[in-house]
T-cell receptor, first 111, second 114 residues
């Protein structure tokens, strides 16, 4: 059974700092990973995806994938209070089947 | 990305009754999914809604409890049958971009069973 694990938090960082969110996975065959942001009372919103080992940058967000160690991380630079949300790591199966979400990490950015 | 709407956005239902949730997409998509998110929890995939055939259910979910229809490539329904308070949850539909496997979510339906 594929599993995706995250520290549930809450993770608190001061405004302007780097927030580091981590995710580990059990299925060595997993090829891609997605990071979703979910504000309280809202549906998840896709913010990043990564397929290859290494880093992928998009604005203030950087996703990092290390397949050998089976972890994927999301760095948020210059954190803002508006980044306060739950961040979900997810790994899809074939054609979306067995799409597994981690439990999510709650991030709080303190002004 | 596709624009997804769900109806109703929320409902309060009596135990033993059934509720049908509708999901409409503004473009044709091959893959549609239904998820449940219980309070304070992450998302759990209920089933894949297949156009023209029976839905594919994940472990722990059965068709009698969660019948799904997918009459075309832009629409699906999920029915929560014979509801109990344990069914109180947010139900979300999602669609998948076939090339990238990215999933996009509808706004969700918040169900409370009393």
């Amino acid at each position: 059974q594929k599993e995706v694990e995250q520290n549930s938090g809450p993770l608190s960082v001061p405004e302007g700092a780097i927030a580091s969110l981590n995710c580990t996975y059990s299925d060595r065959g997993s090829q891609s990973f997605f990071w979703y942001r979910q504000y309280s009372g809202k549906s998840p919103e896709l913010i990043m995806f990564i397929y290859s080992n290494g880093d992928k940058e998009d604005g203030r967000f950087t996703a990092q994938l290390n397949k050998a160690s089976q972890y994927v991380s999301l760095l948020i630079r210059d954190s803002q209070p508006s980044d306060s949300a739950t961040y979900l790591c997810a790994s899809p199966g074939n054609y979306g089947q067995n799409f597994v979400f981690g439990p999510g990490t709650r991030l709080s950015v303190l002004p | 990305s596709a624009v997804i709407s769900q109806k109703p956005s929320r409902d309060i239902c009596q135990r033993g009754t059934s509720l049908t949730i509708q999901c409409q997409v503004d473009s044709q998509v091959t893959m549609m999914f239904w998820y449940r998110q219980q309070p304070g929890q992450s998302l759990t995939l209920i089933a894949t809604a297949n156009q023209g055939s029976e839905a594919t259910y994940e472990s722990g979910f059965v068709i009698d409890k969660f019948p799904i229809s997918r009459p075309n490539l832009t629409f699906s329904t999920l029915t929560v049958s014979n509801m109990s308070p344990e069914d109180s949850s947010i139900y979300l539909c999602s669609v998948e971009e076939s090339e990238t496997l990215e999933q996009y979510f509808g706004p969700g339906t918040r169900l409370t069973v009393t």
